[in-house]
């Protein structure tokens, strides 16, 4: 079983849409969780850390699901400039590594 | 200036030959790691160093060797380079484990 998991897509949406991400994780332990972007052959940048309480950082939101194991993105208002590759990354308990999904991959269309 | 840069960027190479991939960190991170990038398949973590003295290996380390030169400086060889080591390379820092990491810009090996 994957650390990590999450469904590749593509997710095709209108600009202006709202679209949902899920990423589950294997590890109960786990203590630090992320959803980074990734744009074609470029390096991952962190888009926003994921805490327990939940988050918002302008369109976009993260929730934290403890019980379920999961995490989930958010995004409102769909822009063009929002297609990529979206990662979820979580840590491995321990403190010593990250553990990376193999992406949800984030079209949005005119 | 980039915070985190790695060289080269593109590398062609044949089977058998020694290749290593630098890294360099301006952040002042003592954690420095090493993933590759297969389509379909995420970042796999290759090696990670806490410190210069203290070097682990990932989830895929055969075949793969490293070197942490300096706290800014952190090395990744293949002895001999196979086909399915055809990949991108990428090089992280973070803070700790709590905290984000900052990856470089990659590295995109060909083995032939």
């Known amino acids: 079983r994957k650390e990590v998991e999450q469904d590749p897509g593509p997710f095709n949406v209108p600009e202006g849409a709202t679209v949902a991400f899920n990423c589950t994780y294997s590890?109960?332990?786990?203590?630090?969780f992320f959803w980074y972007r990734q744009d074609c052959r470029k390096e991952p940048k962190l888009l926003m850390s994921?805490?327990?309480s939940g988050n918002e950082d302008g369109r976009f939101t993260a929730q934290l699901n403890r019980a379920s194991q999961y995490i989930s993105l958010l995004i409102r208002d769909s822009k063009l400039s929002d297609s990529a590759t979206y990662l979820c990354?979580?840590?491995?308990?321990?403190?010593?590594?990250?553990?990376f999904g193999s992406g949800t991959k984030l079209n949005v269309k005119p | 200036d980039a915070d985190v840069t790695q060289t080269p960027r593109n590398r062609i190479t044949k089977t058998g030959k020694r290749i290593m991939l630098e890294c360099s960190q301006t952040k002042g991170h003592d954690r420095m790691y090493w993933y590759r990038q297969d389509p379909g398949l995420g970042l796999r973590l290759i090696y990670y160093s806490f410190d210069v003295k203290d070097i682990n290996k990932g989830e895929i380390s055969d075949g793969y060797s490293v070197s942490r030169q300096a706290q800014a400086k952190f090395s990744l060889s293949l002895e001999s380079a196979i086909p399915n080591q055809t990949a991108l390379y990428f090089c992280?820092?973070?803070?700790?484990?709590?905290?984000?990491?900052?990856f470089g810009p990659g590295t995109r090996l060909t083995v032939l």
């Open positions: 990354v979580v840590n491995d308990g321990n403190f010593n590594k990250f553990y």
């Open positions: 590890n109960s332990a786990s203590q630090s």
């Open positions: 994921v805490y327990s």
């Open positions: 992280a820092t973070s803070a700790s484990s709590w905290d984000t990491q900052y």
